[in-house]
DNA sequence: ATAGATGCAAACCCTTTGCACATTA
DNA sequence: TAATGTGCAAAGGGTTTGCATCTAT
């Protein structure tokens, strides 16, 4: 697992020299967790100890941006504002105009759906900023607002891996109606591999969110970070109930191909996106069993048409 | 059809008293399509003649803004802009970096699924902002940016008719194949009779949708504004392959049930968003038909499920 | 020795404000 | 005439910069 100092060195561009005040206003910067204002980083300093100007805090914050140390962001307040990007991947906000407190989550169904949209206008983007202003829940019922909980690597792992497991559970609900229903001998042992499948993974997703829930008994009362629909909640769950008044093998294969698609692009997209970590290697992991999973089935339903069509015509 | 003076006296707060600087200003501002710094309405409002300082504009920018007849933007280069709401709702901005260029676009699905993550969070959203900075499709070929076309009430009109007949189109064909398929006199009778009103309903639309690019011709060549997969691309289509080797009447109820409130939901936000019209009136017209079909679908699906009960136990 | 980092104060940009004056209901 | 709107110039905030001074390589 990579330090911060590590992340640090990794990113320091070449050509400049190292300077005893910027390390420490990085270093100061790096321990925040939450979106700090140029301002507060000159105040945080000052308390700290040292005698910094703020012409070089403001140019080290202008380093950290353009060493991808730091991002700014702006959320409308007639300032800036920094966030660090150490085991903090890029996010949308929630951002109360009560309080000013900002909540951070990710959605990887609006982000496919930006996707979709430079897409369709041929606009290549690079970055995309989401913001939701609004009330948060501490100030619409008049408390103390709830302190921010920047969404650390094991939250971010503890969402992974409740995806993954609902996907796996519908998954495997759809695989094994699949093969009880599947009239062809060859469909039906696919389908009955692949529920195995299902099942292996889930036994291993589900002890590791027991690990991770030891680690950190607190970890379950946060809200949800990372928003994922997709294969869980939506394409496995219409398949299985397409398969309450019978199966036709095409479709059921069919169904599977966009969910483990969903799930590799969902886990693929997550996993690059993370620092490297344990958590990283968990996500592409699943990704790769996933892009397994689609390949079986893709050769498979190839397969059946290819001996649909020899059976002759109109085989559907 | 209001016009853009009405639109102001409309909004013009009580208490204040007129002045022709600050009208003069605003209707400058109004004839405007993108998004205007305060200090590009000074620059227009010298060229145009008069002698109004640099404070009056603020301030009427402010005035304009608490009065709802323009809308303070904030694309993180510094300075705020500004852009007007006269026949124009609130969007979603793709802002190229390189030619300062934005484009607008609005997608009923990315703002469902704010939706979703704001109620999962028990935040009530008032507002959202979504940017996505990139490279524009002229940018990126070495071309002249395009200049940018402000979406107009005709082109939001084009989309949401666009939307409105692939809806149909789509219900149409569920409903036929449903029709062919149910083997219960009563179901079919259902379905038929939305079959037909899908088709009247297309028939109208595909008739307004020759009339708008017959008024202004340029306006198919305008690149999408409004994205919404919802009903078309999604259920109906879905619905309609579930139905290729036969049919469950309650599962195509439902599939229907899905689609038109999707679809409902769909026409009724952008109806409500729009400023009094005749696209308003397009849409909250066809929510209304979509409403009546979804009710007449739950009510027969509800009395399904009472005729299958009492003919006992496990209908399914 | 020299490119790069720092400190200080001034400059900058965009926006708001205090106050005297002009206007409108 | 009393409440609003306008102009001017000054102040305000957040941020950047010029320049002399240090300091790492």
Redesign the pocket.
Known sequence: MQSASEFVEQRRPA????????DF?VQVFLRQEGHL???ELVDLIRTEDA??????I??????MVEAGIARKVDFGE???RFEHSYRHPRHFHLICKTCNQSYEFLSSDIEALIEEVADARHFAARQSVLQIYGTCESCQAGRQPDRATAPTESLFARDALRIAIATERSGLEFYTRAAALTKDARGRKVFKRLAAEEKKHLGTLEARYRELLAADPELESHPTFLFFKGAANGLFAAGTEALRDGVDDRQALLVGIKCERGSHKFFKRYGDRFEESEGKRIFLEFADEEREHLDLLIREYKSLVERQKSRGGTAR
Do not use: F, V
């Open positions: 050509g400049g020299r190292r300077s005893g005040k910027r206003i204002a140029a301002d005698r910094i100007s703020r012409a070089t403001y140019r080290t914050l202008q380093w007639g300032r800036y």
